[in-house]
């Protein structure tokens, strides 16, 4: 990670707090900041006493012999325990009154739905863990998921848990090559796809790129293929096999493995800067006692309710908190398989009514996507369900936050911010909704066991509101357990900075409160004279501005101040910006901020390159605002159209 002598200057100001309604602390799980304060101080004096008590509520085969092994940077939680995801998120449901329940309510982009209770949904997971076993998988192998969002993917899932098979699922909107590359790196035996999904009224294909990533993927023996378009394939003779022809044939009797602690569930692979795939690992125990506590402490999940996360299974949110986080605590999960602006833009808010949604948990790029595209969406419906209200992936920019909590929330339900990675596994800095006050823009506090500080490059706490790089002093129960196949990366990236502490590659402040303020990620730091300015205050304040729909800015190379600012806007609706419209935008941001953050170049587009779990690819701005071109990865770009369409836009 690159780093500066020079810290990060904090200059946004933002001051509004609001306390956790009266009533919804009454009936929360945590219904105070001391019985927070006084939870979280146990949860880091104490941890292993704290992490045992709490570990006490999973079902264990074989109880641990010790709670943690810290050899850093090689953390085994609950060693010497035998365990299984699968078993806690379904059988122990089942002699309960939850066998009845939904658990999975799903909903197809063409409108199309089903219900699967916790009983339901054991069988078929039970089903697809004897077809696994019957094409050959077998504990510690590898298998690649690559479906829509479908609820055969949740049940993909627990049934390679189930048999102690490590997933690793694949997004959906990949490509060949992509795919081909996460396929060899983990030597999977096994891809389960579809022909394909729905989005925006038409297929997404994938059985094809599948296809043609199998041409160069010897460890794969077979292709389990779940028709969902219905549209024509050719099936490989030998190798693929039609979900329909052998799952529901299979028996409904599996029992679930008991699996080593430290057993790999699945790997997940995020996008570094380079082209090389890198695979996080995560566990068995640690990884569920984090989602599954994080879960019911940050959406303070109760019975009754019916929780909603939009992501897509194939980012981390979507394992932790679609799946494992909320099933193990017998939750009901909402799943859809679409867009968000199909067949109109209040699809979300038709699932919310219809499902009366009382817990919902979206992206900041989703958020700004609402607000473009107008409150009468959201006000054509009965949104009075729901009671509390997440945001993930980015800093959320006060403007979105109070945009969420005035037109999605009523001014009645919370905002947790939560701040997390692939790497982290679980929810690590956050509001608890009936105990913290928030403030628009900050994440918070640490959850329970989280050591988290900011810090100057040599790693000296740096004190209130002084910008710094964001580490975590202790290992947590679902942090990352390595890189596959590449442990010195693993040691590298995340351990080699601060040695025995996690580098998050953020940077943050925390203020007098003990609030932190993510500040975005370290590289995109941009240093105009000396002074370094994280982007996130900067497209705050260009946001900030009514015509302004969202903003990413980043540092060009300029020989008098080091970096100069180069922004991107996207506007509100479809008129061109009125003459003189960039002045206007210098001005506001010189009077929210200051003179130092004045952008140097703006230039408006229709669209900023982003990943497919929404997060704005700075990176290649970056080179487009340096060089005109972008010659870096961009395997990871969700529409290829848009750097077309902004290498045209002048500045
Ligand atoms: C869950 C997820 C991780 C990176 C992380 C941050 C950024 C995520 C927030 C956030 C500010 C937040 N996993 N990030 N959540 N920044 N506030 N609430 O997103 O591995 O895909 O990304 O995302 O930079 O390091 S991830």
């Not at 369900?385 to 920019?397: C, F, H, K, T, Y």
């Amino acid at each position: 990670m690159s780093k500066s002598s020079i810290d990060i200057e904090s200059v946004l100001k933002e001051a509004r707090v609001f306390e956790p309604p009266k009533e919804f602390a009454a009936q929360a799980h945590i219904g105070s900041l001391e019985e927070y304060e006084r939870l979280y101080r146990q949860s880091v004096d104490e941890p292993e006493a704290f992490w045992a008590e709490q570990a006490e509520t999973l079902h264990w085969f074989r109880k641990w012999d010790r709670v943690l092994d810290w050899d850093p940077p090689h953390a085994k939680w609950f060693a010497g325990g035998q365990i299984n995801v699968s078993d806690n998120c379904l059988d122990r449901h089942l002699t309960t009154h939850r066998k009845n329940k939904a658990a999975i309510i799903w909903e197809g982009e063409p409108g199309d739905q089903r219900v699967l209770t916790y009983d339901m949904l054991h069988a078929e997971v039970c089903r697809c863990a004897n077809t696994l076993k019957a094409l050959g998988v077998a504990q510690g192998d590898r298998v690649i998921v690559y479906m829509p969002m479908v609820p055969e993917l949740a049940i993909t899932l627990l049934a390679c848990a189930r048999i102690g098979a490590t997933h690793s699922v694949v997004f959906g909107g990949f490509s060949a090559q992509a795919l081909e590359d996460r396929i060899n790196d983990c030597e999977a035996k096994l891809v389960v796809t579809a022909d394909g999904g729905w989005r925006r009224g038409k297929e997404v294909a994938l059985k094809p790129q599948v296809d043609a990533a199998l041409e160069k993927c010897s460890s794969v023996d077979h292709c389990l293929v779940l028709k969902r378009t219905g549209s024509d394939l050719p099936m490989v003779e030998g190798r693929d096999v039609w979900w329909h022809d052998v799952v529901p044939a299979a028996s409904a009797d599996c029992p679930a493995e008991p699996l080593d602690s430290e057993h790999p569930l699945y790997i997940l692979y995020t996008s570094g800067t380079t082209g090389k795939p890198k695979g996080i690992v995560h566990s068995t125990a640690g990884y569920l006692l984090g989602a599954s506590l994080s879960a019911k402490y940050v959406f303070d999940l109760k019975d009754e309710d019916t929780y909603w996360c939009t992501a897509d299974i194939g980012w981390v949110t979507g394992h932790s908190y679609i799946v494992y986080g909320i099933l193990a605590n017998g939750a009901t999960t909402v799943m859809y398989e679409g867009a968000p602006n199909h067949p109109g833009p209040d699809r979300f808010w038709d699932i919310v009514e219809r499902y009366r949604v009382n817990i919902f948990y979206t992206a900041p790029t989703a958020i700004r996507a609402f607000i473009k595209w107008g409150n009468e969406w959201p006000e054509k419906h009965d949104l009075s369900s729901l009671r509390l209200l997440g945001s993930v992936g980015e800093p959320i920019n006060p403007e979105a936050w109070m945009w969420y909590r005035s037109v999605i929330g009523g001014d009645r339900c919370p905002i947790v911010d939560t701040w997390w990675q692939t790497e982290t596994g679980s929810i690590m800095i956050t509001p608890l909704p009936g105990a913290i006050p928030t403030t628009p823009g900050t994440a918070t506090r640490p959850f329970f066991g989280v050591v988290a500080e900011v810090v100057d490059k040599d790693g000296n706490a740096e004190p209130p509101e002084k910008g710094g790089f964001l580490v975590l002093r202790k290992p947590w129960p679902s942090m990352l357990r390595n890189i596959w196949g590449d442990p010195e990366r693993y040691e590298k990236q995340y351990w080699s900075d601060y040695p025995g502490s996690y580098f998050t590659g953020d940077g943050a402040r925390q203020d007098a409160a003990g609030n932190f303020w993510i500040m975005g990620r370290v590289d995109d730091v941009i240093n105009v004279s000396g002074h370094r300015l994280g982007t996130m205050e900067i497209e705050s304040a260009l946001v900030s501005h009514p015509r302004v729909a969202e903003a990413a800015v980043v540092g060009r190379p300029d020989d008098l101040k080091g970096q100069a600012i180069s922004a991107f806007v996207t506007l509100e609706g479809s008129a061109a910006p009125p003459p003189n419209f960039k002045d206007e935008l210098r001005a506001h941001v010189t009077k929210e901020i200051g003179a130092i953050a004045k952008p140097d170049d703006i230039r408006f587009t229709d669209a900023l390159p982003k990943t497919r779990s929404g997060k704005i690819m700075r990176r290649l701005l970056k080179e487009l605002a340096s060089s005109g071109e972008v010659k870096g990865d961009t395997t990871t770009l969700e529409d290829f159209s848009v750097i077309a369409q902004l290498k045209e836009s002048e500045e």
